[in-house]
């Protein structure tokens, strides 16, 4: 299936993975103008994110009967609380309001990420072709054009005051584009089934490393190819930039793979690449050597995460589905949150060549779990 009918059969979904990717792109961008703007140091900073994750941890209970309650509305309404919400941190002038402004961001954005992933779940399983890879392509899509509108708008001279309240806008824009009929499923009748814990605890496994792995070059690379290396900041500049890209490209190009592979041979295939390419990274003897370890790392990374959350919603069954995906989701993002300190902490302890070899140890942990996770049994 091409990519394009790819995007039109889950259309409404692409809209909600855009909608939350023209958030986050925005808020990246911001975060110099938040910091300074707050008076926060970089510890301080960095503990005030986590916020984020507090808000995010009220998904876990809120999304499945938020979706069961709302139906085919659950979808562009969770993204006008969304829209709503990216306004915010243009009144964030104190630490106090910008951490409360994160936990209303953390809840409503993963509120929605849950929500979307299950869409696409759904339709996963009503057509029996594979969407994941898309729907992903389509956030960092979003996330790198919202980066760069935002940096236009600020060398233009535009400050918070102007530019959340129009990524607002923009999100809100999509939400009319997000409601698609949904299959209603019966909890009321047959035996009430309990969540089948260990395909959200393998499943949420390989999406938490994959994740893990995405935050900490996206947080470090820069870094490594400036201190390591000697790069210049334009050059230290490029390495994330080099993730964002070829993540984009991996997750288009598993649109097609995985119409030809299932599941967890992309995940097994994918985790090579990424092991390989972040390995090339840490051994680099100069700034390019290190893009082409960033680059082949970014295509094989891309494709785990939303491979992982396609897994454990075509074994689910389908009354269980947004439950399922909803606590695989959340015990992913946790990556996102603890895995740059915990970089951190390596690098202090051992430096970022080995800081940067431990993530391919932690890599290598998706193999075993993906046979394992083989093992459970498959919903017909």
């Known amino acids: 299936m091409s990519i394009l009918s790819a995007l039109a059969l889950s259309r409404a979904p692409v809209a909600a993975f855009m909608a939350v990717g023209l958030t986050w792109g925005c808020i990246a961008a911001m975060a110099p103008v938040l910091k300074a703007r707050i008076g926060a140091d970089d510890a301080t900073y960095g503990l005030l994110l ?3 994750a507090i808000g995010l941890s009220f998904t876990l209970y809120l999304a499945p009967r938020w979706d069961r309650r709302m139906g085919a509305l659950a979808l562009p309404l969770g993204t006008a609380m969304l829209g709503f919400a990216a306004m915010l941190p243009a009144v964030a002038v104190t630490m106090p309001v910008f951490f409360a402004i994160l936990c209303v961001l953390g809840m409503v954005s993963g509120l929605t990420d849950v929500v979307m992933n299950a869409r696409v779940s759904e339709v996963e399983a009503r057509t029996g072709r594979s969407l994941m890879n898309v729907n992903h392509a389509m956030f960092s899509v979003a996330y790198a054009i919202s980066a760069l509108l935002t940096g236009a708008l600020r060398e233009a001279g535009f400050g918070p005051e102007v530019i959340f309240p129009l990524t607002g806008l923009l999100v809100l824009a999509t939400a009319p584009f997000q409601r698609m009929e949904v299959t209603p499923h019966d909890d009321t009748t047959g035996p009430v089934s309990r969540l089948p814990v260990a395909l959200v605890a ?13 935050a900490t070059v996206e947080a470090w690379s820069a870094l490594h190819i400036e201190r390591t290396l000697s790069g210049g900041a334009a050059e230290g500049a490029f390495g994330p930039a080099m993730l964002g890209m070829t993540m984009a490209l991996g997750r288009f190009s598993g649109q097609a793979v995985a119409a030809r592979l299932s599941e967890l041979g992309v995940i097994r295939l994918a985790t090579s690449f990424a092991i390989l390419g972040v390995l090339i990274a840490a051994a680099a003897p100069t700034p390019l050597v290190a893009y082409a370890g960033f680059g082949l790392m970014g295509l094989g990374i891309s494709v785990i995460g939303p491979m992982g959350l ?6 689910s069954a389908p009354r269980q589905r947004t439950a399922v995906i909803a606590r695989v989701a959340i015990i992913g993002f946790l990556g996102f949150f603890f895995a740059p ?10 430096g970022l060549r080995w800081a940067f070899a431990c993530v391919a140890l932690i ?6 779990l993906s046979y394992f996770a083989k093992a459970q049994p498959r919903r017909p």
């Open 310 to 315: 396609a897994l454990a919603g075509r074994l």
């Open 341 to 350: 300190a915990l970089m951190g902490l390596g690098a202090q302890v051992m």
């Open 50 to 52: 986590l916020a984020t």
């Open 202 to 214: 393998l499943c949420g496994g390989i999406v938490l490393i994959a994740f893990m792995a995405e």
């Open 363 to 368: 890599l290598v942990m998706i193999w075993p």
